[in-house]
């Protein structure tokens, strides 16, 4: 819990304490004009005065703290389901990367790193990009540029639903991007921006927060570098 929570409840028992003893003081001492009495009864019903009305107030102080303790765990419960969601994700993308597995024929047979620098160097070195249309091109992408989307939906709801902050928002983003692969990001990002007529490209490239991150780590020029090629490659007549 906040640092602040435990210091108004210290202030507010202080007060409480202070308070009681203030209006006895006054009363008997001050308004009444009495001595402080030797005798240990009056002392004792002091003691009972005090705490007859300090007690319940205490016990009081006592509940709402326990729900503020309930409330925070709970919050706690659901921050650490989020973050064991969060990682399990990034890890079963880390995954798919790993054995995505492209067969064309007998002679095509590329890992990740193959079939994602056929990719590139088709788009970037020549203009005839019709390859990468291809239904078993599609079938390959989509399963991993799909992940991605869902990881970034999960954080945003999380913050439309106020579990997490604005700051708290673009760490996560941030956390995404550095616990992701390079090459894996990469080839999001390249997917994300070549077939952005798909609702998972559209919301990752509509994603400001995540992309204002990338370009922050120095994504921007690659960003630009696809979009510029898009833009030749519709001039051209090819377009994706």
Known sequence: MKRGFW???SIATALCILSIASSY????YIHLGRDLSPSGEQWGQFGDFFGGILNPLLSFMTICILIRTSIHQEKQEIRNRFDNRFYNMIDQLRKSADNLNFKFGSNVNWD???FFRYIED?????????????????????PILRQFYLI???INTEYEKGRINDEELQEYFLLLINSTEYRTLRFVVFNSLYYESISAS???INC???ISELKSIGFEKYINRVNA??????????AP
């Open 122 to 142: 088709s788009f970037f070195d020549s203009d005839d990009v019709s390859g990468l249309d291809s239904l078993r091109f599609k079938e390959t992408v989509f």
């Open 112 to 114: 990740f790193d193959a």
């Open 152 to 154: 970034l939906k999960v």
């Open 202 to 204: 559209q919301y990752i």
């Open 25 to 28: 003081v006054w009363w008997f």
């Open 208 to 210: 400001n927060g995540f």
């Open 7 to 9: 210091l108004n409840i």
């Open 229 to 238: 090629k898009k833009i030749e490659i519709k001039r051209l007549g090819n």
